[in-house]
């Protein structure tokens, strides 16, 4: 398991620019169908925002930390999972509440405000419980990570956007809408190329390791998506809630997970393997369970 952390992921500067780019036009790309109203309408119904929130960013990470202490992988995959675990609800998310059927409105408004809370909650979430399991915590004393510098770069990447569509939004929302029916779907299907690109340049390495990451971290997504959706349940809400809250807590940004690993842990062999495993496993759970429940709606 040592010589996993050795492993090198064809990934360069240049990957990692485009990455970024790709990161923060699919930002801007939500924020153009978000507006202040929208997080007012939310706070008009504080039951589902607190909901989603709590599931997100206290939840999640904390049957993440739970989950790690049961099954005890090797730190640099646990380290990965904590950081998985401390990103906001992925893009993507949008797309697949609306084909499941789900709560479509609340599903984009979330995914904007989770956003605006990662700039702070994500590095807080990660250094929390990346420091509280033990054989983690070594592992970031030998990185240092810089928590400002976290904080900063996921401001570049997810606020500056958020802030810049809602305002193009705001001031010209003719030009927003029609910007934002090119830009969503150009911009996930941008973001799902530079996935799969990266496996195929991996493809060897994935078939060396991959038994390392496979189970786990198809139990981790399974964990999050039951979560959103048995905690929805249990609190009564309706049914296109329920679908709506699994889906933001069970499809993760690992887009900005792998981008965070990268810069400022050098690609860490366990740790990007199993958020680059997350990013294309998410994908795949989502859109079957989406297409489950909208052929479930149908009927």
């Known amino acids: 398991m040592i010589e996993l952390d050795a492993v090198k992921i064809?990934?360069?500067?240049?990957?990692?620019?485009?990455?970024n780019i790709a990161l923060a036009v699919v930002m801007f790309g939500v924020s153009l169908g978000v507006t202040l109203n929208d997080f007012k309408q939310l706070f008009k119904s504080p039951k589902l925002v607190i909901l989603g929130v709590v599931l997100q960013f206290v939840l999640l990470p904390l049957v993440t930390y739970f989950f790690v202490l049961l099954i005890k992988p090797h730190p640099s995959i646990a380290l990965g999972m904590m950081m998985v675990a401390a990103c906001p609800g992925g893009n993507i998310s949008n797309f697949m509440t609306h084909l499941a059927k789900g709560n479509t409105a609340l599903s984009v408004s979330l995914t904007a405000f989770a956003t605006f809370l990662a700039m702070f909650l994500t590095p807080l979430n990660f250094q929390l419980y990346g420091n509280l399991y033990q054989p983690t915590a070594q592992l970031?004393?030998?990185v240092e990570i810089n928590f400002l510098e976290l904080v900063k770069l996921i401001i570049l990447i997810l606020g500056i956007p958020l802030v810049l569509g809602m305002s193009l939004k705001s001031k010209f929302p003719d030009l927003a809408k029609k910007l934002s029916k090119i830009l969503k779907p150009f911009s996930i299907l941008v973001?799902?190329?530079?996935v799969i690109i990266a496996f195929a340049n991996n493809l060897e390495i994935f078939n060396r390791y991959i038994d390392k990451v496979l189970l786990i971290?198809?139990?981790h997504n399974?964990?999050?998506?039951?979560?959103?959706?048995?905690?929805a349940k249990g609190l009564r809400l309706s049914f296109k809630n329920q679908k709506t809250?699994?889906?933001?807590?069970?499809?993760?940004?690992?887009?900005l997970g792998l981008l965070l690993i990268f810069t400022f842990f050098n690609g860490l062999g366990g740790m990007a393997l199993i958020a680059a495993f997350w990013g294309i496993w998410h994908i795949i759970s989502g859109l079957c369970l989406s297409l489950y429940w909208s052929s479930k709606s149908k009927k």
Do not use: K, P, R, Y
């Open 10 to 19: 064809n990934f360069d500067t240049t990957n990692l620019w485009v990455l």
């Open 140 to 142: 970031l004393q030998n």
């Open 191 to 194: 973001f799902v190329t530079i």
């Open 217 to 219: 971290g198809i139990s």
């Open 222 to 231: 399974i964990l999050a998506l039951a979560l959103g959706f048995f905690v």
């Open 245 to 255: 809250l699994a889906i933001e807590t069970g499809i993760q940004n690992s887009g």
